[in-house]
Nanobody, 115 residues
Framework: QVQLVESGGGLVQTGGSLRLSCAAS????????MGWYRQGLGKQRELVAG???????HYADSVKGRFIISKDDAKNTVYLQMNSLKPEDTAVYSC?????????WGQGTQVTVSS
């Protein structure tokens, strides 16, 4: 069973930065896609940023220019650098790894941005 462990969440003021990490129990180059999703209180879960095995990236419009997704194949870890954080970025951020039709989720990490 694939295990994903997120870390790096916390409380930050508006305009601050955080870097989330998602450590996988398997070689991340074996996954077709890895993404960061978030779910705010009372909101639907949304894809924030994703990266393919060939390192192509995708961002939600709401985070373009502020968030950067990257991966370190040697460390089996995917990162989400979040800059210029806003209160509306407050959510539980979860990592997902996709291989063919199988998806694997981490437990999530809380990010709270105070105004």
């Amino acid at each position: 069973q694939v295990q994903l462990v997120e870390s790096g969440g916390g409380l930050v003021q508006t305009g601050g930065s955080l870097r989330l990490s998602c450590a996988a129990s398997e070689r991340i180059f074996s996954f077709d896609f890895m993404g960061w999703y978030r779910q705010g209180l009372g909101k639907q879960r949304e894809l924030v940023a994703g990266i393919t095995s060939s390192s192509s990236t995708h961002y939600a419009d709401s985070v373009k220019g502020r968030f950067i997704i990257s991966k370190d194949d040697a460390k089996n870890t995917v990162y989400l650098q979040m800059n210029s954080l806003k209160p509306e970025d407050t959510a539980v951020y979860s990592c997902k790894a996709q291989r063919a039709l199988r998806g694997y989720w981490g437990q999530g990490t809380q990010v709270t941005v105070s105004s």
